[in-house]
């Protein structure tokens, strides 16, 4: 670094925040500036405060379906994920040969979009999909079911719950494998000598130790389980309404990013609501906060 | 080996080939599908294996109005998004990984909390802001939402990478006669070079594969996503398998190539300290 420019960026104390400098101006522009803004949209009319727009979402007819929906996903796909993505961690823990290779296979669909998931479930679940056509091989149908559709509203849920369950488990998994690597070798093995085996290890020990990644994987997937969206567009279109498919179609279709603005607003209040729930009666915050 | 390790094992072997088959076959019924060919896809009864692999389905969405564009807006915004999100967070990364400084530990979490900003709540009131800047239905718009969604990640993962690379081996340089920015752009950059190349990737594909936003911000400069949502109710099934099997192709590629980093970026926040 030549002379100048060390004067100008000031001595290697300074040089950390100028560094930081870029990252921050984003965040300023690209986070706080919307968050605001998204206040504004939703409160402020052109008469100044107003309430309107609130009114207008929660009298609209979808709405209150739309809240339905977005927590019923949200509690019934969470809980499997992490079912699911422990028992994977587990196993994967148990270092039987090859666990590697199958580490990677079970993280594959963290590259797949939740549009794309939709649309590989969407070839099972549709009309003459795969479900029915192999239901029908093995002689339990002989005409295709309507999965997708207002008359099997409870069909309908159940897909978008098996297409996100498929989607997003490997990011707890991951997660958990993660923290499984950080449970120190000493306290295993002092299990043993004691004779925790098997489940006991696990219930007593392992489950014990994993809490913070626990916390953590229920947090951030809670909170992308409420925003679920392109995965219900794709395969359930408006039977199922959800939040973020509602401030999507505002929006876009009827051009009103006043309450577009206001169901963001409701899905960010949810999200800290829920966040404040984790880390109240889940404890031990800051291993939350670090992940 | 005792009976009851084998049985251990086998059962053992049992659920993670479950586990896999789950993963794989659905990605592996959107291969058949998008080379089903097209009438196939709607008899009934349909078998699961086609008579006959065909492009036919491929060339048809391939030749679709607005698909080819989409394809090539998509990947121009990604290559924006990874390269803006990488000159903005990088050195935000190297700043966390090698100096101690105050307002460090609030930096880091400010950025955690970044995280778990809804996507809507950025993207609706930037499209009002866009439209004033200019940068509505622009690509340069979309890949900068997307640079946000994606510059916590970049944080993270390049805090990451630099705290792989030996604070010693700068300082060495140092006191051999390289500048500070010499001694990082030789000796550091290098080291991180792998680790950097796989945040590229994975900046890439989550710029690949966003929706809203990018649904949202544009009209007709549409990348691949948010062109199929836009008219997924007005499309044939054949079209939206192979919009779905053609948007998990580069992701899947990818994410194959980053593998070993993976945990840089879920799992590294905790693993790291």
């Known amino acids: ?291 | 080996m005792s009976y009851r390790y084998l049985l251990r094992q086998t059962l053992i072997y049992m659920a993670v080939l479950t586990l896999a088959l789950w993963v794989l076959i659905p990605i592996l019924l959107i291969g058949i599908s998008a080379f089903t060919p097209r009438q196939e896809l709607y008899l009934w009864p349909k078998s699961i294996i086609p008579s006959h692999f065909s492009l036919e389905t491929m060339r048809f969405f391939l030749g679709a109005h607005g698909v080819v564009r989409s394809l090539l807006n998509s990947v121009k915004v990604a290559v924006l998004t990874l390269t803006f999100t990488l000159a903005v967070g990088a050195p935000a990364g190297y700043a966390v990984a090698r100096f101690f400084f105050r307002g460090r530990e609030a930096f880091r979490l400010g950025i955690l909390i970044t995280r778990m900003f809804p996507t809507a709540l950025l993207a609706v009131p930037l499209a009002v802001t866009f439209i004033r800047w200019g940068l509505y239905d622009t690509l340069v718009g979309v890949a900068l939402i997307h640079t946000a969604m994606a510059l916590p990640f970049a944080v993270i993962i390049t805090t990451g990478i630099f705290m792989g690379v030996p604070k010693d081996l700068e300082e060495a340089a140092m006191t051999l006669g390289c500048s500070r920015f010499g001694a990082f752009a030789r000796v550091a950059l290098p080291l991180a070079l792998p680790g950097l190349a796989a945040a590229a990737m994975f900046t890439f594909v989550i710029s690949w594969n966003e929706v809203f936003a990018a649904a949202i911000l544009t009209v007709r400069n549409r990348t691949l996503p948010a062109h199929i949502i836009t008219t997924i109710q007005a499309s044939p099934l054949d079209f939206r398998f192979a919009g779905g099997f053609f948007m998990i192709l580069p992701a899947l590629l990818f994410m194959f190539l980053i593998r070993r980093y993976l945990f840089h970026m879920w799992g590294g926040a905790t693993a790291e300290r």
């Open chain 1, 1 to 291: 670094m030549n002379e100048r420019l060390r004067k100008l960026l000031g001595t290697d104390t300074l040089l950390p925040y100028w560094l930081l400098l870029p990252t921050l101006i984003f965040i300023g522009v690209f986070f706080l500036m919307p968050l605001f803004k998204a206040v504004g949209l939703a409160f402020y009319g052109k008469d100044g405060f107003t309430l309107a727009y609130f009114e207008k979402m929660i009298s609209d007819v979808r709405f209150f379906d739309a809240l339905k929906f977005t927590f019923l996903f949200a509690i019934t796909i969470v809980p499997l994920q992490v079912v699911t993505a422990l028992a994977m961690a587990l196993l994967l823990n148990s270092g039987f040969r090859g666990s590697r290779f199958f580490l990677y296979i079970f993280a594959l669909p963290l590259g797949i979009a939740d549009l794309a998931a939709g649309l590989i479930w969407l070839s099972i679940f549709t009309h003459r999909g795969f479900l029915n056509s192999i239901l029908y091989a093995l002689g339990i149908i002989d005409r295709p079911i309507h999965y997708l559709s207002y008359q099997n509203i409870n069909y309908t849920f159940l897909s978008v719950v098996a297409a996100e369950h498929w989607r997003a488990t490997a990011i707890v998994m991951v997660i958990l494998v993660a923290g499984l690597q950080m449970i120190s070798k000493d306290y295993l093995e002092a299990a043993e000598v004691l004779g925790a085996r098997g489940w006991k290890k696990i219930w007593y020990v392992i489950l014990p130790l994993l809490k913070p990644s626990l916390q953590s994987a229920l947090i951030i997937r809670t909170i992308f389980a409420l925003q679920t969206f392109a995965v219900v567009l794709a395969l359930a279109g408006q039977i199922t309404p959800v939040l973020a498919g509602e401030a999507y179609f505002w929006q876009f279709l009827y051009r009103n990013p006043h309450v577009a603005s206001a169901y963001a607003v409701l899905l960010m209040v949810i999200s800290i609501a829920m966040t404040w729930v984790y880390l109240r009666y889940l404890r031990s915050r800051t291993e939350v906060i670090r992940e």
